[in-house]
């Protein structure tokens, strides 16, 4: 993909980026790989989510520490989303909270 010259900072027609891609499904060496290019740890979506909610949202707690490690909050209210915890609070995800806090 690098190669053919992708951009690591392009997204798709849902506006989700590869940082987003990756966090999502716990591929948590490629967000390293991803992070060391030079990728936003604050990079939104379409809906203002960034990888750390989609990471959070899903469970992946490896990824969510490694975004965090990296300057990703969980506190951080966007401007069409709610912070990361809170929404994920509402919607009833809540059992992996202190793993996400550490």
Same mark, same amino acid.
């Given at each position: 993909?690098?190669?053919? =010259? #992708?951009?690591?900072?392009? #997204?798709? !027609?849902?506006?989700?980026?590869?940082?987003?891609?990756?966090?999502?499904?716990?591929?948590?060496?490629?967000?390293?790989?991803?992070?060391?290019?030079?990728?936003?740890?604050? +990079? #939104? /979506? *379409?809906?203002?989510? #960034?990888?750390?909610? @989609? @990471?959070?949202?899903?469970?992946?707690?490896?990824?969510?520490?490694?975004?965090?490690? !990296?300057?990703?909050?969980?506190? +951080?209210?966007? *401007?069409?989303?709610?912070?990361?915890?809170?929404?994920? @609070? /509402?919607? =009833? !995800?809540?059992?992996?909270?202190?793993?996400?806090? *550490?």
């Amino acid at each position: 993909m690098l190669k053919r =010259g #992708t951009s690591v900072h392009s #997204t798709d !027609n849902n506006d989700w980026s590869p940082l987003k891609k990756v966090s999502l499904n716990d591929h948590v060496e490629f967000v390293r790989f991803l992070l060391n290019l030079g990728v936003s740890v604050e +990079i #939104t /979506d *379409k809906d203002d989510r #960034t990888p750390l909610r @989609a @990471a959070v949202g899903n469970g992946q707690v490896e990824v969510s520490r490694e975004l965090r490690s !990296n300057g990703g909050s969980v506190n +951080i209210a966007r *401007k069409r989303d709610l912070a990361t915890l809170l929404a994920e @609070a /509402d919607s =009833g !995800n809540v059992e992996d909270f202190p793993e996400f806090l *550490k």
